[in-house]
């Protein structure tokens, strides 16, 4: 029975991930996480199908012995969010880099058979031209985004100089059910969804008119499980994980108002450090290579994770 391992298992994406796995069919999914900022009651309905270490990414000795033998290994562990990272670099750099370089090397040690690993669209910065293209220079404008393409060039490396496969997804801006609204560095859709159910005014920073390319979680997950199947040509390589859209905040919190019959007109402060004005990406290569499809519209998107976060009163009890 061939294991796969899940760094950041019980996180948003990551118990995507683990539930896209099952329905794939896996046998035997093994979850790391610290429960940092990801939650056991994330994988709730698949908890006896799972086998649970909590671990921290950072401590190589409590990863190694899980890590090896594994025929797949998908590195979502992180300490997310750009903010964070500016106000308080250190702990994001120990997880994101070193926890990350432990990865790899128990990957490597522990002849592990792939890594898929989740680097980031910070990493582009700001360029002139969009969409942005995985031939374009990076130019990471905060730590997190750096600390991020570090673990790129780890992937990177673990396989020329090792032969480790692995595969690098830039996730761009993810969204969906699950996600964590209760931190001032939770995702923005998490935040917005939490004031349109509270009936609360959200806080736009600058204008309102910067622009991302919202991925809905599921359609992250897809890729993460075809690029672990992808041929040889995509080892070592590096792939935009993103919708191809690009939405203003404005027009997302316009069409979150809609949605919901409500009139909150935002609040706006100013512009935050370290932000990238506009992200969206070019998914060509990811199509080509790893057959990346994404399914859902940004309404779809929306529409299923307020329903979510309705139906689960995951804000009220926050
Ligand atoms: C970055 C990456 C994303 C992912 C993420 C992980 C880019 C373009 N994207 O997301 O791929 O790696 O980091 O953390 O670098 N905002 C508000 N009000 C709020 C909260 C946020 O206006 O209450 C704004 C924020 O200033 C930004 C946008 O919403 O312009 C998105 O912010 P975010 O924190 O959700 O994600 P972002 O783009 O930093």
Not at 116 to 141: C, F, H, I, R, W
Not at 183 to 211: A, H, M, W
Not at 276 to 296: C, I, M, N, Y
Request: glycine share 10%; with cysteine.
């Amino acid at each position: 029975m061939s294991k796969i391992v899940v760094t950041g298992g019980a996180g948003f994406i990551g118990s995507a991930l683990v539930r896209a796995l099952l329905e794939d069919g896996a046998q035997q999914v093994e979850v790391i996480d610290n429960l940092l900022t990801g939650r056991e009651s994330n994988l709730e309905e698949v908890r006896g199908k799972v086998k649970w270490h909590r671990a921290d990414i950072c401590q190589y000795d409590q990863i190694a012995p899980v890590i090896a033998g594994a025929d797949k290994v998908f590195h979502l562990a992180a300490i997310p969010s750009v903010p964070r990272s500016i106000h308080d670099p250190i702990p994001s750099h120990e997880v994101n880099i070193n926890g990350s370089f432990n990865v790899f090397r128990a990957a490597h040690e522990g002849k592990a058979g792939r890594v898929v690993y989740a680097a980031s669209s910070s990493a582009y910065g700001d360029t002139e031209v969009l969409p942005k293209v995985e031939t374009m220079q990076t130019n990471p404008k905060s730590p997190y985004a750096a600390q991020k393409l570090m673990g790129e060039y780890y992937a990177s490396v673990f396989h020329s100089c090792f032969g480790l496969e692995t595969v690098s997804l830039r996730f761009f801006n993810v969204y969906g059910p699950r996600q964590d609204p209760s931190s001032p560095y939770s995702g923005v859709l998490s935040l917005f969804n939490k004031c349109l159910i509270e009936r609360k005014v959200p806080t736009i920073f600058g204008d309102g008119e910067q622009s991302r390319d919202f991925t809905f979680v599921e359609d992250v997950a897809g890729l993460c499980l075809k690029a672990s199947k992808a041929g040889p040509n995509a080892l070592g390589k590096v792939y935009n994980a993103g919708n191809g859209g690009r939405f203003t905040l404005n027009m997302i919190w316009d069409l979150l108002q809609k949605i919901e019959g409500v009139s909150l007109p935002a609040n706006y402060g100013p512009p935050r450090a370290g932000d990238v004005k506009h992200s969206q990406a070019d998914t060509e290569a990811a199509r080509r290579d790893l057959g990346h499809d994404p399914k859902f519209s940004i309404e779809e998107g929306l529409r299923r994770t307020l329903a979510w976060y309705k139906a689960s009163e995951a804000v009220a009890a926050r």
